[in-house]
């Protein structure tokens, strides 16, 4: 197969290789960055995985989309350093499952691509000898992944913004104990302060010797290792007494649509999937998308217990619509309208309240014993609703996503069953950790005299 390369969106930029789509993040027409040929994986090759490492199936999916670019050698050096943790396939009943994404650093299912886009950047940056500095704004979550995704690695610094007041006690201890290239600055605003100020240093001529680069959802680096998770627990799940291949339904809770858009890839390499149930909360442009075919995005975005997925537009969406056909604009206006036939043969779009939310995490608990926290309960009332309307066999093979640990949302799990979620390892031993962070003031001018006695841009 020939070399792959990396379109935009936007189709106004040149195709470039998948390092250089990875370290710039954004294409240069603000487009999002996607392989202009999906490879295959046949038959025999998926027969071929059961009972392979998560680590060995990674650095395959890798290989087939960076051809030449990076010898397998390395690849498997990087996906066994990035993937060190469990994936646990648990079963619930028939041969219905929740696959735990939650046993990474951070207990959360984006430790999966940060880590593996992280050693990607480190290999790329070295052989080019440069460095580049990462900057992120968090309301909490993210933030704590991408500190940890690039903790410790080389030719990278990592400075994240978070708004001092709204981010809790363990999500910021999850950060500031890190140090090493790792800086961590609460800044004496909102989040949307801190997301701006970053957007400004960003376009700001000043600082172009700091080489930023941004980690965000978009990165083409983060894409690729979602596809891996659908591979792995289909080909670790499915029969293996028939040379047939089953089909599977897979179900994703969903905000910005990378986990998503991971199992689009996916299917189009040949994975049997028969549906993707996208499971969001209350803010539900997608399912209004795909019953009006009209596209609204809900701004400013609705306050959720799955608060991961509080998402009113989301930014791969972009990516989708391309994929079937048609084209989205980065501000969320369709130009050419997707083959909305073949999407509702693929997806079942659904939004669930809050208060589902709550009944699903009780009734998981109650009628399976399974414990969920708020995102992955979105995704399994989805689940519940498709086994009764569509009734599949008992036979027939689901796995539903679980995209972080119940120890993060401990209210909603004790509101919902009187019990508090055991800690996992990542996440106990905070307490006793001494903390290092700066504050400044919420404002670019305060951030750019920080960035210059931090990092030096006046040199
Ligand atoms: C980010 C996140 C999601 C949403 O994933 P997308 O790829 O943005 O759709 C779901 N659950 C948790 C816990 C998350 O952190």
């Given at each position: 197969m020939a070399q792959i390369k990396y379109f935009s969106t936007n189709?106004?930029?040149?195709?470039?290789?998948?390092?250089?789509?990875?370290?710039?993040?954004?294409?240069?027409?603000?487009?999002?960055?996607?392989?202009?040929?999906?490879?295959?994986?046949?038959?025999?090759?998926?027969?071929?995985?059961?009972?392979?490492?998560?680590y060995e199936i990674a650095a395959l999916v890798f290989s087939k989309f960076l051809g030449e670019e990076v010898p397998m050698n390395d690849l498997l050096a990087m996906t066994k350093d990035a993937y060190n943790f469990d994936v646990p396939l648990e079963n619930v009943i028939d041969r219905k499952y929740v696959m735990r994404l939650d046993q990474g650093p951070t207990a959360s299912f984006k430790d999966f691509a940060g880590?593996?886009?992280?050693?990607?950047?480190?290999?790329?940056?070295?052989?080019?000898?440069?460095?580049?500095?990462?900057?992120?704004?968090?309301?909490?979550?993210?933030?704590?992944?991408?500190?940890?995704?690039?903790y410790g690695l080389n030719n990278i610094q990592i400075a994240v913004l978070f708004p001092e007041k709204e981010v809790?006690?363990?999500?910021?201890?999850?950060?500031?104990?890190?140090?090493?290239?790792?800086?961590?600055?609460?800044?004496?605003?909102?989040?949307?302060?801190?997301?701006?100020?970053?957007?400004?240093?960003?376009?700001?001529?000043?600082?172009?010797?700091?080489?930023?680069t941004s980690s965000n959802s978009i990165n083409i680096g983060r894409l690729i290792p979602q596809i891996v998770y659908y591979i792995y627990s289909y080909t670790q799940l499915r029969k293996q007494d028939s040379d047939e291949l089953e089909s599977v339904v897979f179900c994703i809770p969903s905000g910005n649509f990378g986990d998503m858009m991971g199992c689009v890839l996916a299917t189009k390499m040949g994975l049997p999937v028969k549906k993707i149930l996208v499971a969001t909360n209350e803010n539900d442009e997608f399912e209004k998308l795909m019953k009006t075919h009209k596209y609204n995005k809900i701004e400013p975005s609705k306050n959720c217990l799955s608060s991961a997925m509080n998402v009113g537009h989301p930014s791969n969406l972009a990516r989708l619509i391309e994929l079937y056909g048609g084209n989205m604009?980065?501000?969320?206006?369709?130009?050419?309208?997707?083959?909305?036939?073949?999407?509702?043969?693929?997806?079942?779009?659904?939004?669930?309240?809050?208060?589902?939310?709550?009944?699903?995490?009780?009734?998981?608990?109650?009628?399976?014993?399974?414990?969920?926290?708020?995102?992955?309960?979105?995704?399994?009332?989805?689940?519940?609703?498709?086994?009764?309307?569509?009734?599949?066999?008992?036979?027939?093979?689901?796995?539903?996503?679980?995209?972080?640990?119940?120890a993060k949302f401990p209210k909603a799990i004790i509101d919902a069953i009187g019990v508090d979620p055991e800690l996992p390892e990542s996440l106990s031993g905070l307490e006793g950790k001494e903390e290092y962070f700066d504050k400044i003031e919420g404002n670019y001018p305060a951030f750019k005299e920080y960035l210059d006695k931090r990092y030096g841009w006046r040199k």
């Open positions: 189709h106004k930029a040149s195709e470039v290789t998948f390092g250089e789509a990875l370290l710039k993040g954004l294409a240069p027409d603000k487009g999002l960055f996607m392989p202009n040929a999906i490879p295959s994986f046949s038959k025999e090759e998926l027969n071929a995985l059961k009972g392979k490492q998560y880590r593996m886009m992280g050693r990607m950047m480190q290999y790329f940056l070295k052989r080019q000898n440069v460095n580049k500095l990462i900057l992120t704004a968090t309301s909490g979550d993210t933030g704590s992944a991408m500190a940890h995704a690039f809790s006690d363990r999500q910021r201890k999850q950060m500031t104990t890190l140090q090493k290239n790792v800086q961590i600055i609460a800044i004496d605003g909102k989040f949307d302060d801190a997301q701006a100020m970053v957007k400004q240093a960003f376009s700001d001529p000043d600082l172009e010797c700091l080489n930023f604009d980065e501000k969320g206006n369709i130009l050419k309208e997707p083959d909305f036939v073949a999407m509702d043969k693929m997806f079942v779009a659904q939004s669930v309240t809050d208060a589902e939310t709550r009944e699903t995490i009780k009734l998981a608990w109650d009628k399976y014993h399974v414990m969920l926290e708020p995102h992955g309960a979105v995704g399994w009332k989805c689940v519940e609703d498709y086994l009764a309307s569509e009734k599949p066999s008992e036979d027939q093979l689901l796995i539903s996503l679980e995209t972080a640990h119940p």
